[in-house]
């Protein structure tokens, strides 16, 4: 049987439906076709991707629900991987795990649904290059949006290189319209591209910049370097979701890729609410703009769950080559890999801890590969930075998936139980979490005026991990009995953790922080701190300064803007004066 796709004839072979086990379909009668190649399965052409293949039988897992599915129908084999449109009406459009359109959908997707470019509307396509030049693989041929923030940038294909034959005018076109031609290969405004296999690029870079999150305990304490990865592991009710999404505000992305695996419907719809009303600090358009959302919530068939985590990346791998970063965030790879593991059992896999299947830690280590700081194959420069949710089942973050995650990813911010029950936010636990991308960035930081960016650092680090060893000291025998030095260690914990590490979202000053602002604001503490031992060590009691009232250093935070650094050193002249005058 053969069909016709896209200017060229492609060969589509027919078989049936032999077993149906929930998402676990077997076939026969399907010759030549090839691991991950896409199914088409009984007469609703529901879509599916061989996983194995044994002799004549061939095993498939659906991607939509098998309800109504039985043995004898139909199946065509499409003779392709699993693909991703890619192109103009990705930004600002909400998806399922297959990047289908759910904007279009009305209530729910129809069954058999094919993925397709996300938008139906023309788009003004402006030419970069004339006729009869020469380009290479990753040039840039013209653009979509050129007057936006963010243009679309139509590239050459990976492994097309030679004289332009062909290059549209500057006007308007249909989304899938072919715009220019190199040496015989169509360029068309929406490409697909297979999404478990990496797009190429030139060259991968160490971790030299950093990504500014906006959130303080994780720029100062635990900060990720842009091509790098992150997790944030936690149990119920620690923050993860409301972590991520302030991430995704207020990072210095260029676009946010938003995958939610598995997540609560009622969760999705608050994140695409809250960014449709955001403005963008950058343009001062709504910060949907420059977004891309994945929604495969808990509802959605379970397999599209284990395909949205590469489809997520494909699509941010898609805008880093046109020179953009790119922030991809997961919630959550826990229940990615609980799809692996309920298709494993089907499949008769040996399992592994857990009932995980074998290959899990190879599949997590493939996915954070993907993310990279890179010179693309046009020679700009583009990253994408992976941060990952994990939901260890009762909080047990010696469970496969949480102790495999912190194996691959550069940066862990573990959420602390306790800190969440006492409204600490950020919950964020410094005795958990780790950042292997520090030492690299205390250069950066340096280079770009702040010497004293890794000290600062390292002496928030030490005093925190004493303040809580002295605190648990301080239950036995009692505060009073302890040195005024070390009182003094618990009392610098208190003004940290309360001045600096807490942050609210909820308040207009205080849901970003500048770097200069962090700066400000962990210097002020340290001063009082240090000012706070001279007087110890004067002969003053500590009682008497415990007894002081810290409030001015204390809401520094929260009276002064995002960017007022200068506001943070007036809350710590005040704060001075106000330890001057103890007797």
């Given at each position: ?18 077993r149906v086990s929930g998402s676990l ?310 229940r990615w890999a609980e799809a692996l ?146 009182r003094m260690v618990m009392l610098a ?91």
């Amino acid at each position: 049987m053969t069909g016709l796709g896209k200017g060229k004839l492609t060969r589509f072979v027919t078989g049936k439906v032999s077993r149906v086990s929930g998402s676990l379909v077997e076939l026969e009668g399907l010759a030549g076709v090839a691991m991950n190649d896409v199914v088409l399965l009984g007469e609703h052409r529901l879509t599916g991707e061989v996983v194995a293949i044994a002799d004549r039988r061939v095993t498939v897992q659906a991607y939509e629900d098998t309800g109504g599915l039985a043995p004898g129908a139909p199946v065509v084999a499409r003779g392709a991987p699993l693909s991703a449109g890619l192109g103009p009406g990705l930004l600002g459009s909400v998806f399922d795990g297959l990047l289908r359109p759910l904007s279009r959908a009305g209530t729910w997707l129809r069954p058999g649904t094919a993925p397709e470019a996300g938008t139906d509307e023309r788009c003004q396509f402006r030419p970069s290059v004339a006729e009869g030049a020469t380009v290479s693989e990753g040039d840039e041929l013209g653009s979509v949006g050129a007057e936006t923030a963010l243009p679309l940038r139509i590239l050459v294909p990976a492994g097309a290189t030679g004289v332009v034959r062909h290059i549209a005018e500057a006007g308007s076109y249909a989304a899938d319209a072919v715009v220019a031609t190199v040496e015989g290969v169509d360029v068309a405004l929406t490409s697909r591209w297979p999404v478990r296999r990496p797009r190429p690029y030139r060259e991968r870079l160490d971790a030299e910049e950093g990504l500014h999150t906006g959130q303080r305990v994780l720029d100062l304490l635990y900060p990720v370097a842009r091509g790098s990865s992150a997790a944030v592991p936690g149990g119920f009710g620690t923050g993860k979701t409301m972590l991520l999404q302030q991430i995704a505000k207020w990072c210095d992305a260029d676009v946010i890729v938003y995958v939610g695996c598995g997540e609560r419907g009622n969760e999705m719809a608050d994140v695409v609410d809250e960014l449709s009303l955001l403005e963008d600090p950058r343009t001062g358009d709504r910060l949907s703009r420059r977004t891309v959302i994945i929604a495969n919530t808990s509802n959605m068939p379970m397999m599209a769950r284990e395909t949205s985590i590469y489809t997520g990346v494909t699509v941010a791998e898609y805008f880093r080559d046109m020179g953009y970063h790119v922030v991809l965030i997961a919630d959550s790879t826990s229940r990615w890999a609980e799809a692996l593991r309920e298709f494993a059992s089907r499949t008769g896999a040996l399992p592994s801890e857990e009932g995980y299947p074998a290959s899990l830690a190879s599949a997590m280590a493939a996915f954070y590969e993907r993310a990279g700081h890179v010179v693309t194959l046009g020679g700009r420069r583009g990253s994408v930075t992976i941060i990952a949710a994990v939901s260890p089942p009762g909080g047990d973050m010696t469970e496969p998936v949480t102790a495999h995650t912190q194996r691959f990813v550069r940066s862990v911010w573990m959420l602390d139980r306790d800190l969440a029950y006492a409204r600490h936010y950020p919950a964020v636990a410094w005795s958990g979490s780790f950042s292997r991308d520090a030492d690299a960035l205390s250069v950066w930081h340096a280079q770009r005026g702040d010497p004293a960016w890794a000290h600062r650092r390292e002496r928030v680090s030490s005093l925190l991990s004493d303040a809580d060893r002295l605190g648990a000291l301080a239950d036995l025998v009692g505060v009073a009995a302890m040195p005024g030095a070390e009182r003094m260690v618990m009392l610098a914990g208190r003004l940290l953790r309360e001045g600096v590490l807490q942050q609210s979202a909820l308040s207009p000053n205080d849901v970003f922080c500048s770097t200069a602002k962090s700066a400000a604001l962990v210097d002020a503490v340290l001063t009082v701190i240090d000012r706070c031992n001279a007087l110890v060590d004067s002969g003053m009691p500590a009682s008497t300064i415990e007894e002081t009232d810290f409030g001015s250093v204390l809401r520094a935070a929260q009276e002064t803007g995002p960017e007022d650094f200068e506001g943070v050193q007036k809350h710590l002249e005040a704060m001075l004066a106000r330890l001057g005058e103890l007797p």
